[in-house]
């Protein structure tokens, strides 16, 4: 009998220990992922992170972010709700990178971390008239992430404007607008549509804009910044997925039936603004279907005749995510964004 007692004693301590060792082995470490924060201003970012659970309970949801030429990082804990949380840093620095992770901690005390995420805060830039308008860095570039809606040059210089497109038969600077495009009405992003003139601040042959990939020529744009060429658009929407896929991550959803309308991840904030075509309809056309915007790139290179009345735009549609280049009628009203002088 006792040596049946032994037996059982060795039998129970070896399931015991089995048991407990299937345990420790069937430990499943939880996942995080970090999310591209949304909702970024000039001084605020919301951040997301999801999750996964593992074998055990989760006790801590968090983030840690920095501005990333720092090495300290900052926390900052969160509330999860079905797979997912979130929190707002605040106080951020205008124009200004920085970095993100999203963590969890379990209740073993175990933490586990997301992929680092990379994310640059807004900056601002006021025209002559007072306008002010959010801008953003892709790359080494800061671009206007709204549309123009200046009425003067850098110099105090008017604009002639044409409500509704009347008498648009001159070939001096004029911008156009009508109840789309017209601030109080509308959404001032909308802004204005403006011809070649007003746009590059030029008529058809009085200056030589030459082709180059990267040309500054301020034309209506304020002190420090210069409207794109040919090039810096096709960098900018290089940076946002390519000219085949670049469309569907930069329109707004202000967008009529598009088939491409998306959250605007890119930030870029693309508006249908339409345009305005010089003819004997004097006709805005496009409007929440369509955007287009002047660069200081003339076709054929450079002003080779006296005859040239074409420059290059960009162009997109709502019925496609592409970005197309366009040879286009200087007469023709066009949105306009502005780019950040870099030497």
Not at 59 to 79: D, L, M, P, R, Y
Not at 98 to 118: L, M, T
Not at 121 to 127: A, F, I, W, Y
Not at 170 to 194: E, I, K, M, Q, W
Request: a negative charge.
């Amino acid at each position: 009998m006792k040596r049946n007692r032994i037996y059982l004693f060795i039998s129970i301590t070896i399931l015991f220990a089995s048991a407990c060792n299937k345990l420790e082995k069937e430990y499943v470490a939880p996942k995080v992922y970090t999310k591209q924060p949304t909702e970024v201003t000039i001084t605020e970012a919301s951040l997301v992170g999801t999750f996964t659970k593992g074998s055990e309970n989760i006790t801590v949801f968090g983030f840690e972010w920095k501005e990333a030429n720092e090495e300290a990082w900052q926390t900052i804990n969160a509330q999860a709700n079905n797979g997912i949380y979130s929190s707002t840093i605040i106080n951020l620095k205008e124009d200004t990178e920085y970095v993100v992770k999203a963590f969890i901690i379990d209740a073993s005390n175990n933490r586990v971390e997301g992929e680092e995420s990379r994310f640059f805060t807004n900056g601002t830039l006021t025209d002559i008239d007072g306008n002010t308008y959010l801008t953003l860095r892709y790359g080494r570039r800061v671009w206007m992430i709204e549309n123009l809606r200046v009425t003067h040059f850098a110099d105090g210089t008017p604009v002639e404007g044409r409500a509704g497109g009347a008498n648009s038969d001159s070939d001096g600077p004029v911008y156009f607008h009508s109840a789309f495009h017209t601030p109080h009405l509308r959404d001032p992003n909308f802004g204005f549509l403006y011809n070649w003139a007003a746009a590059a601040r030029a008529k058809d042959c009085e200056i030589r804009l030459v082709m180059l990939p990267f040309s500054h020529h301020q034309g209506i744009c304020p002190d420090g910044w210069h409207l794109p060429s040919t090039g810096e658009w096709g960098e900018l929407i290089a940076h946002c997925g390519g000219f085949e896929n670049a469309g569907a991550v930069m329109k707004t959803s202000t967008w009529a039936e598009s088939i491409n309308t998306t959250s605007n991840p890119s930030r870029f904030s693309i508006e249908p603004a339409g345009w305005y075509y010089y003819d004997a309809d004097r006709s805005f056309r496009g409007v929440f279907s369509s955007a287009r915007f002047w660069t200081n790139t003339q076709a054929g290179g450079c002003c080779l005749t006296e005859g040239e009345v074409h420059s290059f735009g960009m162009v997109l549609l709502s019925d496609i995510q592409s970005f197309y280049s366009l040879s286009m009628l200087k007469s023709a009203g066009y949105s306009v964004r502005c780019v950040k002088n870099v030497w």
